[in-house]
């Protein structure tokens, strides 16, 4: 009889350790406090709950906002980057003077990074939004914690989507289409009027499509002593 008792004093403890909640002045707290360890043990299911719970029976608190911002969170932690990225976009217009405003740009903008793909032949529209994002910390916060790391993520993404731009247009040009590969050439001469590589695509695919008066004075600025843009513009003018 002693053993049994024993054994339910034991498990009576157990099952009040599992069930012990977190302290807090309200529920809405509690709730809060039950979903931040449930996130930290990765219980993501478990959290979302107690969130959507505040949010449904306690929607005047405190708690409701910082509820709307951990649902965004756990959706970037679930790799969820497309749903992460609107719910930080509707918590930003629901919540504007949310103390953490810096961070959750920063969250935008790595919700549209992360969904890159590995290879720039492949679709990136969604660097266009982090670079916007990324530009967006820049600006608002030059100072911040973000800043340089925001600066570094634009330059990536802005040499990615040459990369892209001469993916198509050199496509463009082998495959006899002229006028399409002066169009990308031109497009990246004016983003990146440094790269030389843009110049002559442009020169050439002009060369191809015998367009003679706009190949010859096509702008080659720093380059327009190099050997390989006179040559090309030596050939125009045979047209």
Not at 46 to 75: G, M, N, W
Not at 84 to 90: G, I, R
Not at 105 to 112: D, E, F, G, H, T
Not at 181 to 206: H, M, V
């Amino acid at each position: 009889m002693m053993h049994i008792c024993r054994l339910l004093a034991l498990l009576f403890l157990l099952i009040s350790c599992a069930t012990q909640r977190p302290e807090g002045v309200t529920e809405a707290e509690v709730l809060y406090r039950e979903s931040e360890q449930f996130i930290k043990a990765e219980r993501f299911l478990l959290a979302t709950e107690k969130l959507h719970t505040i949010k449904t029976h306690h929607p005047y608190s405190v708690y409701a906002a910082q509820a709307d911002f951990l649902l965004a969170e756990i959706l970037f932690l679930q790799g969820n980057y497309a749903e992460a990225a609107a719910n930080y976009l509707m918590f930003r217009d629901l919540h504007p003077r949310f103390e953490r405003m810096e961070y959750v740009i920063y969250q935008i903008a790595q919700s549209y990074y992360k969904q890159l793909p590995s290879t720039h032949d492949r679709d990136l529209s969604s660097a266009h939004d982090a670079i916007r994002f990324f530009r967006e910390i820049q600006a608002l916060y030059p100072k911040g914690k973000y800043a340089i790391e925001a600066e570094e993520r634009c330059n990536e993404l802005k040499d990615l989507l040459q990369k892209k731009e001469f993916y198509v247009a050199n496509f463009y040009y082998n495959t006899e289409v002229y006028d399409a590969a002066f169009y990308r050439y031109n497009t990246i001469y004016k983003n990146f009027p440094q790269s030389k590589e843009a110049i002559l695509g442009a020169l050439k695919s002009l060369y191809q499509d015998k367009k003679k008066e706009e190949c010859l004075n096509f702008p080659t600025g720093e380059f327009s002593t190099s050997k390989e843009i006179q040559k090309i513009k030596k050939r125009c003018s045979t047209i």
